[in-house]
């Protein structure tokens, strides 16, 4: 079965450095997200991305992030300047086309100290 | 106000139970409705979309009220592998692509 590759599985990095979350979308999908989960909290969206550019983004996604799809496989999400607030589980998705089921990968555990 | 509120339960329920869990959700105009399963640290897996007429999976039943704008999900014969969080998924419009999540209901299935 399909499914959405993420790698790391986690990542420890220091207040201040940037970071890339990597993930490799279902091959026939064409809209890309990403999410994130604060311990015990909800799942929130940061981003949707399609047809190369940015379709949709939060309140959260601000000028410290930032997504690219750097060939036709990879889809990532990079942090310029991690805080400590960034500590979260990032969840990439994607999905065949608008308002249809949303398939997640297994996460990145990021830890900004 | 909240996109989409469920009650964070726990519930704890004992194997062969039913459980109906509800969500509410805000925008009138949702077009899309989805129950997703999430276990401890890990992604969140579709369990089943909702459709207008209702629909059944097995032990899972999903509904929709439009008027009322809420979904449910119900679960007969519990199992204790249905422990998980239950999250309702809204879409809030059939342009946008954007999923609001629900905080999650918390089921524990006791031998």
């Known amino acids: 079965e399909p499914e959405v590759t993420q790698t790391p599985s986690h990542q420890v990095t220091q207040m201040g450095q940037e970071v890339i979350l990597r993930c490799v979308p279902i091959?026939?999908?064409?809209?890309f997200y990403w999410y994130r989960q604060i311990l015990g909290q909800k799942v929130e969206f940061l981003v949707s991305f399609y047809n190369n550019e940015i379709s949709e983004k939060s309140e959260i996604f601000d000028d410290q992030f930032s997504v690219e799809r750097p060939d036709g496989s990879n889809f990532t999400l990079k942090i310029r300047s991690t805080k400590l607030e960034d500590s979260a589980m990032y969840f990439c998705?994607?999905?065949?086309?608008?308002?249809?089921?949303?398939?997640f990968g297994q996460g990145t555990r990021l830890t900004v100290v | 106000r909240k996109e989409v509120e469920q009650d964070p339960g726990p519930f704890n329920v004992p194997e062969g139970a039913t459980v109906a869990f509800n969500c509410t959700y805000s925008?009138?105009?949702?077009?899309?409705f989805f129950w997703y399963r999430q276990d401890c640290r890990k992604e969140p897996k579709l369990l089943m979309s909702v459709y207008s007429s209702g629909n059944e999976d097995g032990r899972f039943t999903a509904q929709l009220n439009r008027a009322s704008q809420y979904i449910s999900l119900l679960i007969r014969d519990s199992k204790l592998s249905d422990s998980a969080t239950y999250l309702c998924v809204v879409i809030p419009t059939n342009t946008g692509n954007q999923f609001y999540f629900g905080t999650g209901t918390s089921l524990t299935v006791i031998p």
């Open positions: 998705a994607s999905t065949h086309g608008v308002a249809t089921e949303a398939f």
């Open positions: 091959s026939n999908h064409l809209y």
């Open positions: 925008n009138s105009a949702s077009q899309s």
